[in-house]
């Protein structure tokens, strides 16, 4: 029989037994739909929100604490926690990269928000350090780096030299145009002045030059491509000694809050001295007070020192930040980049903004750019610094990352270890706190946990959350997976019966085809035929049904979750096989139930159909 005329005949036979057809793939729909719907929740969950918290080939571990007359004990001693060991995790089988992480080790409080809450909201403030490499890309997604280049290019370019000079929401590029602000890059820029009132108080190979901390010139060279020879900064007199600082043409090859000092050509980048107006502009946050007056330059270009000399205040984009809480000479320096945790603001939406009287926020957009002040050295619930051991900056919200601490602050890890050395001495700045390591994939990850512990580490809390949220996962995906199967094969054995009574009721008709010539492959093929429609007819239903399944259940998490930020707008992922693979089964099961009924068809004999 022709392939034509098989197919003539399977597509009659389908249409005649509709009813019963429909009836017996009511299984393989229900099993279909419920395989593809759990399949694509499991792929999306782990793609969109697990992958989010920590990718699946990425671990932070920590050193192992065991219990010594009830306290808990490193098994790694501090000073095993330094360089040393980032080199050693570095080269470990299928580490790719190793980034550290370091917390602060001095207290320190915060205050700001007033723009947002109409008055100022205080806190104790914890903050840790971690390499911008680690959250550029998250930042830069989270921010929307990629919509907002694009709305860029439709403007035509203005050319600029200062910030204030560019619209609201633009700032004054290197390349001297103005463009939109890109608050990740922040976080990879940051610099700070390192104040000291002694060596000790400075990184390895520094010293403590006129109250900074400075890279001292070793036989008139500087170890670092890119630097320069000059008297340290503030020295005045013959007998200032050398120090390292990057060389410049001009202002504009500084970074924010550094000008280029000296003959042209042979400049280098050096801080901006400036100077606050009154005391009270420690605590204050009025723009102006922050911004504080230079000391090195007039806005009428007259001699700084002059009666006639207009002050000018620092850079825009920085703020005066003095030495200590006794003084109020400092330097121009940009504020101290913070990301923050979404878990913060799911917090304040479902509990703060509601026992406060706030208004919920909306989104990550209306926190980016605020600032506010931290005061370094002092805190609501131990005994701060002395005096002249405190300090103020102006910290700004740069991004946000699911790997920033919970409940605090994270900065780029060179601050931290400025900030841990300056307040607390070289030692509380030698060690981290824990690692995070990358692999190339997930299939690395066993081994590397297991070689880890073997050299005294243990993975961090959330790691652990997450690898169990990534069993949990898979474990509901297999049940749910075997379930699906099973409401599927039930539905296979419904087909064997209604083929068994059609086969039954058409045993005339197989007679008349088998005396006209059909083959017994003829007439299997055309059962069988009938079944594989069947199943793929019923598999689309179902994967049409898990569809529209899935986009209820979006709507739904739409309207129950909105005080969630940063959750996915899809939580589902239908990969092409998997739904190749459920038209697959469908219609592999839908055959396998007619195979019996088939063989029975084949089997009919002509002459005694035809005779009874």
Known sequence: MKASSAWSVIVQNVRRNRRAFALSSVGIVVGVSTFVFFIALSSGVKERVLNRIYPVNQIEVEPAMVQVMGVSTSVLDGEDLGEEMVETLRGLPAVTAVYPKMRSRLQARLWGGKSLFGHALRTEAFFDGLEASLLA????????????????????????????????????????????????????????????????????????????????????????????????????????????????????????????????????????????????????????????????????????????????????????????????????????????????????????????????????????????????????????????????????????????????????????????????????????????????????????????????FELSRKSRDARKAADLLFILTLVFGFISLVIVGIAAVNITHTFLVIVSERRYEIGVMRALGATRSDIRRIVLGEAALIGLAGGGLGVCIAFGASGLANWAAEQALTAIPFKPDDFFVYDPAILLAALGFSVLFCVLGAWVPARRASRVDPARVLVT
Not at 308 to 334: F, I, K, M, Y
Request: with cysteine; net charge negative; hydrophobic share 35%.
């Open 137 to 456: 890309e998250e930042l830069q997604e989270v921010e929307g780096v990629v919509e907002k280049r694009a709305r860029a290019a439709k403007r035509s370019s203005r050319a600029c030299k200062r910030d204030v000079e560019c619209p609201l929401g633009d700032e004054c590029r290197p390349d001297g145009t103005c463009g939109r602000v890109e608050y990740w890059r922040r976080f990879s820029e940051a610099h700070a002045v390192s104040y000291c009132d002694e060596d000790a108080r400075c990184a390895v190979g520094q010293r403590c030059i006129e109250g900074r901390c400075h890279t001292p010139c070793v036989n008139g060279a500087c170890q670092v491509t890119g630097d320069r020879c000059a008297a340290a900064p503030g020295c005045s007199g013959g007998a200032c000694p050398a120090v390292c600082m990057p060389s410049c043409e001009s202002d504009g090859s500084c970074g924010d809050g550094l000008a280029c000092v000296g003959p042209a050509g042979s400049g280098t980048c050096q801080p901006i001295p400036c100077q606050l107006p009154r005391r009270e502009a420690l605590w204050s946050d009025l723009p102006a007070d922050v911004l504080g007056q230079r000391t090195d330059r007039c806005a009428n270009g007259v001699e700084p020192g002059s009666a006639a000399c207009v002050p000018e205040p620092c850079p825009q984009s920085t703020t005066c930040a003095t030495g200590d809480v006794t003084s109020l000479r400092g330097t121009c320096e940009p504020p101290i980049p913070v990301v923050l945790s979404p878990f913060l603001i799911e917090v304040f939406n479902t509990s703060v903004a509601s026992a406060l009287g706030f208004q919920p926020l909306d989104g990550v957009q209306a926190l980016l750019g605020v600032r506010f002040k931290i005061h370094l050295g002092a805190s609501y619930f131990s005994d701060a610094l002395p005096k002249e051991r405190q300090a103020i900056r102006v910290g700004e919200v740069v991004g946000f990352s699911s790997k920033a601490l919970d409940f605090g602050l994270t900065v780029p890890i060179e601050l931290v270890q400025s900030l841990n050395t300056r307040f607390m001495g070289r030692e509380a700045a030698s060690t981290y706190d824990t690692f995070v390591l990358e692999t190339a994939g997930n299939e690395d990850m066993s081994g590397l946990i297991a070689a880890l512990e073997a050299r005294g």
